[in-house]
């Protein structure tokens, strides 16, 4: 068999209507890198056998799933699968000649899945009942904005997929404003910071559900779902390192918006505003030779008054529908 690099391997993904049950790949992935493979569970014999050997004589296959990352380009019209996933729920309404999809908190332990497609040089494999465990956004600014997306699912199975690569909306960390306000109804008219790095993390601490008579795990369910973030920018102020200390809470908006291409008649856009977040682990660099920055962390926190972990999450693209 001939060898091969990763830039021949082509990866797809497709939204379960039935959770678990593999559907065709809606759209190719052109990753950064793909380490999303099948693993296996083992029950090694303990018994001694009158000898100093403490490994037993027999490894027997208790489990058999898929675990991994696949990392890639947060690309406008095939990001929307990934954040249903991660989020839960979307709807979907016009927006000029192009489309809005918002995305929700589903109050479910059974979020949407993905069926995930693998094409190399050795053969095509499907995993299905993919669930978003975690998904993670950095935003820089000489660079496209970058995504790392941690999934689990069943073992994968032979399977055919012949990749269909298409132009997509891509965003590079310049197109990002990001704002901070009291509230939210105070997002629209604050001034955007100036932020030197971004990252976002969306974790929904899955876990297999097992059961006894299969190899293969019966679900994977989510738990609790927590968003984090951390932001870097110069250090100009104590204002930050003021938010850490006197516990302030406060409205974050999140844009990525490029003018590059259109979406119908609208910009390509992704969005998402948290209500409530509270800063922690503020710290400063200062080398001698380097403007001072500072970095702070940030939670996501349920806001009691609107029932909302995310007041408002979108992506505007001219998909009709996912």
Not at 48 to 68: D, P, Y
Not at 137 to 165: E, N
Not at 168 to 188: I, P, S, W
């Amino acid at each position: 068999m001939a060898k091969f690099i990763g830039r021949r391997v082509n990866v797809g993904i497709g939204l379960e209507s039935t959770r678990g049950t593999g559907v065709a790949a809606t759209y190719a992935l052109p990753k950064t890198n793909y380490t999303f493979n099948d693993k296996a569970n083992k029950a090694r014999s303990g018994e001694s056998l009158c000898v100093i050997s403490g490994e037993g004589n027999q490894a027997i296959v208790t489990g058999r799933f898929s675990e991994g990352v696949i990392e890639g380009e947060l690309n406008a019209k095939s990001f929307p699968c990934i954040m249903k996933c991660a989020l839960g729920a979307v709807s979907t309404a016009a927006a000029g000649t192009g489309y809005k999809h918002t995305f929700t908190v589903l109050e479910s332990n059974q979020h949407p899945t993905l069926s995930v497609h693998l094409d190399d040089v050795i053969g095509d494999t499907i995993f299905e009942g993919c669930m978003v465990d975690t998904l993670e956004i950095t935003v820089v600014p000489d660079d496209i904005v970058k995504y790392s997306l941690t999934l689990k699912g069943k073992k994968g199975q032979s399977s055919t997929y012949t990749a269909t690569q298409v132009v997509d909306y891509k965003f590079v960390g310049r197109d990002l404003v990001l704002k901070v306000g009291a509230a939210t109804t105070d997002l629209a008219a604050a001034t955007a910071i100036s932020v030197k790095e971004l990252k976002l993390t969306i974790s929904k601490n899955t876990d297999y559900d097992w059961v006894l008579g299969t190899l293969e795990p019966e679900d994977v369910l989510n738990k609790q779902i927590s968003i984090q973030g951390s932001l870097t920018l110069n250090y100009e102020d104590r204002t930050w390192r003021d938010y850490m200390l006197d516990g302030s809470t406060k409205a974050v908006g999140i844009k990525l918006e490029q003018t590059r291409d259109d979406a119908g008649d609208q910009n390509p856009t992704f969005y998402i505003e948290f209500p409530k977040v509270d800063f922690s682990e503020w710290e400063s660099a200062m080398g001698n030779d380097d403007i001072v920055s500072q970095t702070i962390n940030f939670t996501a926190l349920y806001n009691t008054t609107t029932s909302k972990l995310v007041s408002d999450a979108y992506i505007i693209n001219d998909i009709a529908t996912y």
